[in-house]
């Protein structure tokens, strides 16, 4: 079974900028998967970030990260990353990666994941933390 795993959390200061990746286990992102960022922080909901159809023609961000993060897939089966730039203290959160099929059933492979779904795959979280 698919299995995700995030990395590159970490603590930096604002301003700063931090790549987070997303890298599949026990299967692969191939181009049938529509992949989205998602954070949680403390006493919040989760939200969506950013994400990306499964042909990677259509991308999608949050209005409080546009401009400053970008995701990208490195190719049809590998890793998913999230570039942030300019991160201040309101990106400071958890962040997931999630994963779901495109196609018969599942909706259209130019849709983006941005909003949590029952058949998503999901990683278990980087900590990013935006403080001087």
């Known amino acids: 079974q698919l299995q995700l795993v995030e990395s590159g959390g970490d603590l930096v200061q604002p301003g700063g900028s931090l790549r987070l990746s997303c890298a599949p286990s026990g299967g692969f992102l191939d181009d049938y998967y529509s992949i989205g960022w998602f954070r949680q922080a403390p006493g919040k909901e989760r939200e969506g970030v950013s994400g990306i159809s499964s042909y990677g023609d259509t991308t999608v961000y949050a209005d409080s990260v546009k401009g400053r993060f970008t995701i990208s897939r490195a190719n049809a089966k590998s890793t998913v990353y999230l570039q942030m730039t300019s991160l201040n203290s309101e990106d400071t959160s958890v962040y997931y990666c999630?994963?779901?099929?495109?196609?018969?059933?599942?909706?259209?492979?130019?849709?983006?994941?941005?909003?949590?779904?029952?058949?998503?795959?999901w990683g278990q979280g980087t900590k990013v933390t935006v403080s001087s």
């Open positions: 999630a994963a779901v099929i495109r196609g018969p059933g599942g909706g259209s492979r130019s849709q983006p994941l941005y909003m949590p779904e029952e058949n998503a795959y």
